[in-house]
């Protein structure tokens, strides 16, 4: 998972900044600012990308790379 932020989408309703303050502030015009780097999401930082009407902050789910593990457990390996 990534944390994608796109001030230029930012509508200024100001749901990041209220519901995760300790990651996300908003400018003098009301545009978000991320405050820090985010490394791990927490369950503010999602609540916080739900909440937002623009999609201006975003959880990213990367898809998780297959492994010779899943390759072994898979329908379609060959045989
Ligand atoms: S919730 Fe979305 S629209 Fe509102 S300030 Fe944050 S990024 Fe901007």
Redesign the pocket.
């Known amino acids: 998972m990534k944390l994608v932020?796109?001030?230029s989408?930012?509508?200024?309703?100001?749901?990041?900044?209220?519901?995760a303050p300790e990651y996300?502030d908003?400018d003098e015009e009301?545009?978000?600012e991320p405050l820090r780097t985010v490394d791990a999401i927490d369950e503010s930082v999602r609540r916080?990308a739900d909440?937002?009407?623009?999609?201006?902050?975003r959880v990213i789910v990367e898809p998780r790379p297959a492994s010779d593990t899943d390759a072994e457990h898979s329908p379609r390996s060959p045989r």
């Open positions: 932020v796109d001030p989408r930012c509508v200024g309703a100001g749901m990041c900044a209220l519901i996300f908003q009301g545009r978000v916080a909440s937002c009407p623009s999609g201006a902050v």
